[in-house]
């Protein structure tokens, strides 16, 4: 099987890994936090939320309750984690920022099919 080669573990870079990685798929996942960091960014861990810590309603009836429930269907590996380390007490799904962050970067980390890398990408890797 060759190799996927992911550049940039924020949310989608992440998410793509673990999905992926959890197929069977080899992925090398290059980030350069916090050796370069970026203006939004704070920290070194992956998938860290630059914004809101509030993923908003988990209600069926919005979109955003709508879009969780198919991101669930459609095998989502950071909604789980998410969900797991939820502070909300009503109907958002609301998480903790940094144990999200420390549970995706563990499960990155020690994911068998992913090489993690922490480097800048600046030309773009060969296959
Ligand atoms: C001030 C601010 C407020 C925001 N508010 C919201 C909000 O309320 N709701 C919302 O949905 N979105 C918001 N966003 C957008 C938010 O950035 C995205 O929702 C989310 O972070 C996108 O995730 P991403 O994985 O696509 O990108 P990012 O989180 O930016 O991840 C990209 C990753 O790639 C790494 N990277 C980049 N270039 C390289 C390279 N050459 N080599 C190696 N690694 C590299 C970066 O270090 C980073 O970790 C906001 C953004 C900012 C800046």
């Known amino acids: 099987m060759p ?17 992926l ?11 350069m936090r916090p050796k370069k960091m970026t203006p939004a960014h ?3 861990y992956l998938a860290e939320l630059v914004c809101s810590n509030s993923f908003k309603s988990t209600l069926l009836d919005s ?5 969780k429930e198919e991101l669930h269907l459609l095998g989502s590996k950071l909604l789980p984690i998410a969900e797991s380390c ?3 007490a009503g109907h958002s799904l609301t998480v903790d920022r940094k144990i999200f ?16 890398i922490n480097e800048e990408i600046t030309i773009f890797p060969q296959a």
């Open 3 to 19: 190799e996927i080669k992911i550049i940039g573990a924020g949310l989608a870079g992440s998410e793509a890994a673990l999905y």
């Open 21 to 31: 990685a959890d197929k069977g798929w080899k992925v090398q996942l290059y980030e």
């Open 42 to 44: 704070q920290t070194g």
């Open 63 to 67: 979109p955003s309750g709508l879009l």
């Open 86 to 88: 939820n502070i909300s």
């Open 101 to 116: 962050a420390e549970y995706v970067t563990n499960n990155i980390i020690q994911h068998p099919n992913i090489e993690f």
